[in-house]
């Protein structure tokens, strides 16, 4: 098994012994598809979960500014008016 890791760390492939002593390449082509459809598969899973955290953090942001700006609307009303009561 530490062989099969060397190659994989120098990039090289290694390719299987068939049951009749030769070396299996199509086990390997497809092995390695199958190896890189997975990462792939795996990438999306966690972009798509990682863009999904932004955006709910950007959504978050949004909130709490729009609640911000409508307490800051409140208070110049509540301002506006009692000044308007006490000039009359």
């Known amino acids: 098994m530490d062989k099969i890791t060397d190659l994989y760390n120098h ?5 299987p012994v068939g049951n009749k002593g030769d070396i299996d390449e199509w086990g390997a082509v497809e092995k390695h598809r199958q190896e890189v459809f997975k ?11 990682i863009n999904k955290r932004q955006y709910a ?6 909130i709490a500014q729009k609640r911000q700006l409508d307490a800051l609307e409140g208070n110049i009303k509540a301002q506006d ?4 009561e006490q000039s009359q």
């Open 11 to 15: 990039q090289l492939r290694y390719y």
């Open 81 to 84: 008016k009692n000044y308007l």
């Open 39 to 49: 990462k792939e598969e795996d990438d999306a899973r966690i972009q798509a979960a």
């Open 57 to 62: 953090n950007e959504l978050e942001m949004e």
